[in-house]
């Protein structure tokens, strides 16, 4: 089944020209029972914030309650609204949301009508959660995120004898504690420092549970893991910098079709700026795919900066990679098919532009950037399909 995502009609069947995304959730459901069993006892979640990276957040969640997961992290409480009524609906009841970026005073009742648990990151948060239960007359539990080098939410350790104060004062019921990895898949020091500071900042929350690690410090191994470990991309398929992130499988499969082929001369040039000019005569498949669709200019073949420093990106037709030909436009991208038979592009064949056969993060390294960036960036018209 298709979602649409805009007020673009998305077609239930599989006819329809326009991109779409293909999300196998047996494959996600597959990356989150390896992490799970990467880290022995402790419980494994998963951040499915900015609509699940873009796959969609209710079903990737359903999906993940399926696999075992109960414990979700969105950013927003409007996005953590939006998990529980999808969840409720689905009868998946004893799921733990948690909301990363904390509340204000106007967001503690949706919270607590949607059982959302806030991860409070600094003094006023708390304040402003207490003083939410209280006009509430509600008691509700919230989780703590403290500092410990990557100075961008949290608390300070010399706050805790004020956040000690709050819990004595038996509105702030705390059930989790946590921090964040600057650098998980990259150098150890900074992780080492960072977990030692976690260490010494749980001995103040003695019997709470406590959680540091993302997809990448999921690899890390028991001293990281602690009681909770917080996936995402690497549950979505997206590399994570260990190197047995390769057990993962690729969940998201990007296709759009192709609109029409023509040979143009060698000596002639394609696309916007002429950017591409043809050594050889050029069987070119022009393809309903764009940046607005979410795939990035940077992945241009020619034309754009990045094109001075690496190769640009490729897409997967026919059983053949072809190369993103020029530039990438809003709406369309050329793709190089002449070393692909002739017989088997045409109007309508798929291409695809990540998944199985070309590595998402292949395409981000091409554009410059993240398979979270890809993930997160798809464009409103690309209809996503699950497959189990
Ligand atoms: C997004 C996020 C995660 C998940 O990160 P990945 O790198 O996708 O695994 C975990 N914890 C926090 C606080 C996050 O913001």
């Given at each position: 089944m298709a979602a649409s995502r805009s007020g673009v009609p998305a077609s239930?069947?599989?006819?329809?020209?326009m991109p779409r995304v293909t999300i196998d959730t047996e494959a996600l459901k597959a990356n989150w029972r390896t992490l799970d069993a990467l880290n022995g006892p402790a419980r494994t979640g998963a951040a499915v914030k900015a609509d699940g990276y873009g796959l969609g957040a209710v079903r990737v969640s359903q999906a993940l309650f399926d696999a075992g997961c109960r414990d979700f992290f969105v950013a927003w409480a409007e996005e953590g609204v939006a998990l529980r009524a999808g969840l409720d609906a689905a009868g998946l009841g004893d799921a733990r949301i948690f909301v990363l970026q904390g509340v204000a005073l106007d967001d503690v009742p949706a919270c607590l009508e949607a059982r959302l648990i806030p991860v409070l990151s600094n003094l006023a948060e708390i304040a402003a959660w207490c003083e939410g239960l209280e006009r509430a007359g509600a008691k509700a539990p919230a989780a703590l995120q403290f500092e410990t080098g990557m100075n961008r939410l949290g608390l300070d350790a010399a706050e805790i004898p004020i956040v000690k104060a709050a819990q004595a004062g038996g509105a702030l019921d705390v059930r989790l504690v946590m921090s964040h990895l600057a650098s998980a898949d990259e150098g150890t020091e900074q992780r080492e420092a960072q977990r030692r500071q976690f260490l010494a900042i749980c001995e103040y929350f003695p019997g709470v549970e406590r959680s540091l690690a993302n997809s990448a410090g999921s690899f890390l191994g028991p001293d990281y893991a602690f009681d909770l470990v917080r996936p995402g991309i690497a549950l979505y398929g997206?590399?994570?910098?260990?190197?047995?992130?390769?057990k993962l499988e690729p969940v998201a499969t990007l296709t759009a079709a192709v609109l029409q082929v023509r040979t143009a001369k060698a000596g002639e040039a394609a696309g916007y700026g002429a950017a591409a000019k043809l050594s050889r005569d050029t069987r070119i498949a022009t393809v309903g795919l764009g940046y607005a669709d979410g795939y990035p200019r940077a992945a241009s073949g020619a034309g754009v900066p990045l094109r001075e420093t690496r190769p640009g990106a490729v897409a997967f037709v026919a059983g053949h990679l072809a190369p993103v030909l020029g530039r990438v436009s809003m709406d369309l991208t050329l793709l190089?098919?002449?070393?692909?038979?002739?017989?088997?592009?045409?109007?309508g064949t798929r291409a695809e532009f990540f998944g199985p056969n070309v590595a998402i993060d292949d395409v981000a390294d091409a554009a410059g950037t993240i398979a979270y960036e890809l993930l997160t960036g798809l464009?409103?018209?690309v209809a996503l399909n699950y497959q189990s």
């Open positions: 239930p069947h599989h006819h329809s020209r997206g590399r994570a910098g260990a190197p047995s992130d390769g190089d098919v002449t070393d692909v038979p002739a017989e088997l592009v045409e109007p464009g409103k018209r």
